[in-house]
């Protein structure tokens, strides 16, 4: 990738419903990364936030009548979380808060988050990492992260 983590690189580990934003505090070859903020969403699995049976209604005239599916509310409310740290980080930029971001998430997450960036936040994107970290510890963080941006 070629991405350096610079003194002051914001490093955003995110999946659809945790986020953790970091500060590295050194150079490249050994980062220390610190938990600036610490984002989290209530999302029961969908099963607990649906209907027990699906809707129906009918289709006209006669007793013909067809299924409606219910609402994916988990999947939402993760579409929900994705607006909610573009919208962070958007305000964060706008403030000069941080100058480059890499984003690990999720590979959907990812996606979903890439497609929310205000411009002034996805110019200052210098790597993105397709992984799931956010229930890693912070030393595993920053080993992941500096040999994905730094292959050998």
Same mark, same amino acid.
């Given at each position: 990738? $070629?991405?350096?983590?610079?003194? $002051?690189?914001? /490093?955003? =580990?995110?999946? @659809?419903?945790? @986020?953790? #934003?970091? *500060?590295?505090?050194?150079?490249? *070859?050994? &980062?220390?990364?610190?938990?600036? !903020?610490?984002? %989290?969403?209530?999302?029961? &699995?969908?099963? %607990?936030?649906?209907?027990?049976?699906? +809707?129906?209604?009918?289709? +006209? !005239? $006669?007793?013909?009548?067809?299924? #409606?599916?219910?609402?994916d509310w988990h999947q939402l409310a993760k579409e929900r979380f994705a607006d909610d740290?573009?919208?962070?980080?958007?305000?964060?930029?706008h403030k000069g808060a941080f100058k480059d971001i890499v984003i690990v998430?999720?590979?959907?997450?990812? $996606? *979903?988050?890439?497609?929310?960036?205000?411009? %002034? #936040?996805? !110019?200052?994107?210098?790597?993105? /990492?397709?992984?799931?970290?956010?229930?890693? +510890?912070?030393?595993? =963080?920053?080993? =992941? #992260?500096?040999?994905?941006?730094?292959? *050998?």
């Open positions: 990738m $070629g991405a350096r983590l610079t003194q $002051g690189t914001w /490093v955003l =580990i995110a999946d @659809g419903e945790k @986020g953790l #934003v970091l *500060e590295n505090q050194t150079d490249h *070859e050994n &980062p220390y990364l610190t938990v600036l !903020s610490k984002e %989290e969403q209530e999302n029961p &699995p969908n099963r %607990e936030q649906a209907e027990n049976r699906r +809707g129906r209604f009918n289709d +006209g !005239s $006669g007793i013909h009548r067809s299924a #409606v599916d219910d609402t740290l573009a919208e962070m980080l958007y305000k964060k930029a998430a999720a590979p959907g997450v990812l $996606g *979903e988050l890439r497609d929310k960036l205000h411009k %002034e #936040v996805a !110019s200052r994107v210098i790597a993105e /990492v397709p992984k799931t970290l956010t229930n890693h +510890g912070l030393d595993d =963080i920053e080993t =992941i #992260v500096r040999d994905e941006l730094n292959p *050998e």
